[in-house]
């Protein structure tokens, strides 16, 4: 062994003696205190995240019974919480699309069908046919307290990820969704003259020289109408538009875009590098509580736990390298009982064309 790697493996495990012995007795004594003592960290816990879940597993053991995992088309869309013990399932909005599936923590599999959304708080409830379900233990009385453990359950035994709660809860302002496109004036609409990378417009197939005619039911005259109607949209909206491409009519429905990670392609890599892909429905909140739990935007919709396994709220974006959304309990609990009415009805823009999608109507 080198003088050098001699050097850092001293320098690692006095790294991992420091944090032994400030973490460990620390942690130790707040599972103790929370009845949660059996899974105290060890030394050889501290050195990797799947390690620090398992000392979380005892947390979660209920909690893990209330989630599902939810896929849109086959492909892992979000998760979501039993709030029905006979199929009712709420999740986040604007990650569902086509057709629906859930798998439950003991590995049945239902299809699923959308009741009701709320854009406002991004949240839809959907619906399996099941019974006798384990449904979410809400704590909805007092918010945790900043720097208190939060934990994420899933379906496995460990929980998909832990932190601390960040900052009190806060608004977080509406950004006006984008579709990532460069246009011009055309006659009869809006003329694409750059399609942007990996924007909704480039997912849903915009070429260049194609001339925008309508947006969600509302005629487009301009390059300048186009913007501003499309300002009243959030990221993560689904809109249908119609389409002149060489003499024929096309209709598609495109996933609106964040304006940041458009605009800024080496910010959009660097995140993805260090931290993966952020929610593409992330602002536009009353109030969340902000956490520093590392969450895919698949992981979103379930519920996020406090050392109790009581559910303190409902994890809705990850809008950060270390920064995530929950809507708390009070704000999710009264929407159940609407959405289950249908008073809120889910968007069908082929259908529904001059209905707004998910989101709350906010002009920019």
């Not at 629906?100 to 009701?116: D, F, K, N, Y």
């Not at 046919?129 to 384990?134: E, H, I, S, Y």
């Not at 009243?232 to 009519?249: A, H, S, T, Y």
Request: hydrophobic residues 40%; charged residues 25%; proline residues 5%.
């Amino acid at each position: 062994m080198s003088h050098d790697q001699k050097n850092r493996s001293k320098k690692s495990i006095s790294v991992q003696s420091l944090l032994a012995f400030l973490i460990v007795p620390v942690f130790a004594g707040w599972l103790i205190s929370t009845g949660y003592a059996e899974d105290q960290l060890q030394p050889s816990q501290l050195t990797g995240g799947s390690q620090i879940r398992k000392a979380f597993r005892s947390v979660v053991s209920t909690p893990r019974s209330w989630t599902v995992r939810i896929r849109s088309n086959g492909k892992e869309a979000c998760l979501g919480a039993i709030v029905g013990a006979d199929g009712w399932i709420l999740t986040k909005a604007s990650q569902l699309e086509g057709h629906l599936t859930c798998e439950l923590s003991t590995s049945e599999r239902h299809e699923a069908e959308i009741v009701g959304v709320d854009g406002k708080l991004d949240l839809a409830l959907i619906k399996i046919d099941a019974k006798g379900l384990p449904t979410v233990k809400w704590q909805s009385a007092i918010d945790p307290r900043v720097g208190q453990w939060l934990v994420t359950p899933g379906l496995s035994m460990s929980p998909v990820s832990v932190g601390v709660l960040s900052v009190p809860r806060r608004a977080i302002k509406p950004e006006p969704g984008v579709l990532g496109v460069r246009i011009d004036d055309a006659k009869g609409g809006a003329l694409v003259k750059q399609v942007m990378r990996e924007s909704g417009a480039e997912e849903a197939g915009l070429q260049a020289g194609d001339v925008i005619l309508n947006v969600a039911g509302e005629d487009i005259e301009s390059a300048s109408a186009l913007s501003n109607f499309v300002q009243k949209f959030l990221p993560g909206d689904r809109v249908l538009l119609k389409v002149l491409r060489e003499k024929e009519e096309l209709t598609t429905v495109v996933v609106l875009t964040d304006p940041q990670m458009l605009i800024y392609d080496r910010l959009r890599e660097m995140q993805k590098k260090m931290g993966g892909d952020l929610s593409r429905r992330k602002t536009g909140f009353t109030e969340v509580l902000q956490h520093d739990t590392v969450l895919r935007p698949e992981d979103c919709g379930g519920v996020i736990v406090d050392l109790k396994g009581e559910a303190i709220g409902l994890n809705i974006a990850r809008a950060g390298r270390t920064k995530s959304f929950a809507i708390p309990a009070n704000h999710v609990i009264p929407m159940i009982e609407k959405l289950k009415l249908k008073q809120y009805a889910p968007y069908n823009p082929v259908k529904d064309a001059k209905e707004h999608t998910v989101s709350t109507n906010t002009s920019s």
